[in-house]
């Protein structure tokens, strides 16, 4: 043999070092174990069947987020998760030829959640990214088949899910998503539909199981007091600084990470709501940068508006997820001081049906333009035929003298 190589074509020789070379690394990659977690053995080694899965999943992408369905074969039955799990890895890393996993986590039909890494995996949420990119793999069966219905809520609430562990929308979302389906034309929809995502989002939450810890943001206030002015009804910009003590970076945009929320108990409509500028009568606020790195000031800004009646008032808020989970060392108090301008303020009594009608003139036989609550005060302006003149909901109308009191008349 020594001859036949001493004699052979200097280029043969060239191209048998290369094919020995590399093949030596591949056949140690390919049978060589990393312990029992280990998933670079032939799934018939751990008595599981590798042709369980189809070979053309279909696929999503919402921005930096891929969803990737992965059917089992018909009348497969799933009895153990975590097989299931070793031998779709091998399927898809190496019986389909992947250099790279195809999936960074992997939904089982049960709703567990598993994190995969080149070495193994285990059943826990992600805390990171790989090359920017989340691929989610969701593994179905005959029993959990997926529409396009409940995979566009999944994909919403698989986003908020993520966002409490340091990654947010704003890391996902372009000005606009677009849903691309295999059986689909492509759609697309603003990001600022804030209640169907919340509401999605509870509807995930119901299926994952397990020991989930979220990794909610660390701020720094520098100040857990402060102080601003307005007149009556006038609405005022509040600024509050924070630092960013996180690992990662916290954003801003139309959905921002941080929001402010009153720390009432009954979550009852805070004092200073402004209806055109607050998400709820409780909640609001956006992060003016778009995006605050670690070490970083960062501030949050929202609108208040100025009570009806002169004097001070004090109101205790929090700094809060998108999805509300109080954040540690974010609370702080606002005192507002309403100017007397000379404003004339009246307060509705309780009346037999719970609420008193606005009438389109001092008249009860007048047309109903709508209606305030008991306890609700009002600015009046005029007063005729047994009736106060108010404005209510960006327009004028009356209401009985019987079932008002009069707070402030000058």
């Keep these: 043999m020594l001859y036949y190589l001493k004699e052979m074509n200097p280029k043969i020789k060239v191209i048998i070092l290369l094919f020995v070379l590399v093949s030596i690394p591949l056949f140690y990659f390919r049978h060589t174990t990393k312990g029992e977690e280990s998933i670079f053995i032939d799934p018939k080694d751990w008595g599981a069947d590798a042709n369980i899965v189809t070979k053309d999943p279909k696929y999503i992408a919402i921005g930096q987020i891929h969803l990737i369905e992965l059917p089992l074969s018909k009348g497969y039955k799933v009895e153990n998760e975590d097989l299931l799990i070793k031998v779709l890895y091998y399927h898809y890393v190496f019986r389909l030829g992947y250099t790279e996993p195809v999936f960074n986590i992997l939904l089982s039909p049960s709703g567990k959640l598993y994190q995969l890494s080149p ?21 179905t069966n005959e029993d959990t088949t997926l529409s396009t219905a409940n995979i566009e809520s999944l994909t919403d609430g698989v986003l908020k899910i993520l966002s409490q562990f340091g990654l947010s929308e704003k890391d996902i979302f372009a000005s606009r998503l677009k849903l691309i389906y295999s059986e689909k034309p492509t759609v697309s929809f603003l990001p600022s539909e804030d209640e169907k995502l919340i509401r999605l989002a509870e509807e995930v939450k119901k299926r994952v199981t397990g020991n989930i810890k979220p990794m909610l943001p660390k701020i720094e206030l520098p100040s857990h007091v402060y102080t601003t002015e307005a007149n009556p009804e006038e609405v005022v910009d509040v600024e509050i600084p924070f630092i960013n003590k996180s690992e990662t970076p916290i954003y801003g945009g139309k959905i921002p990470m941080l929001l402010i929320q009153t720390t009432d108990p009954n979550n009852r409509k805070s004092e200073c709501f402004d209806q055109t500028s607050w998400i709820a009568p409780n909640k609001t606020g956006e992060i003016l940068e778009g995006r605050v790195t670690k070490d970083s000031k960062g501030t949050i800004k929202f609108k208040c508006k100025g009570m009806l009646m002169p004097g001070n008032y004090t109101e205790k808020f929090e700094i809060v997820t998108v999805s509300g989970q109080s954040i540690e060392d974010a609370s702080f108090t606002l005192n507002i001081k309403v100017k007397d301008i000379g404003q004339k303020v009246l307060q509705v009594r309780s009346t037999p049906t719970g609420y008193l009608n606005v009438r389109a003139s001092p008249s009860l036989y007048s047309e109903v333009i709508a209606t305030a609550g008991a306890g609700e005060k009002y600015l009046f302006y005029d007063h005729q035929s047994g009736f106060y003149k108010i404005k209510i909901d960006d327009k004028y109308g009356w209401v009985s003298e019987r079932y008002v009191e009069i707070l402030k008349d000058r």
């Design 119 to 139: 070495n193994g995996f285990d059943a826990q949420m992600p805390h990171n990214k790989t090359n920017g990119v989340i691929s989610i793999g969701i593994i």
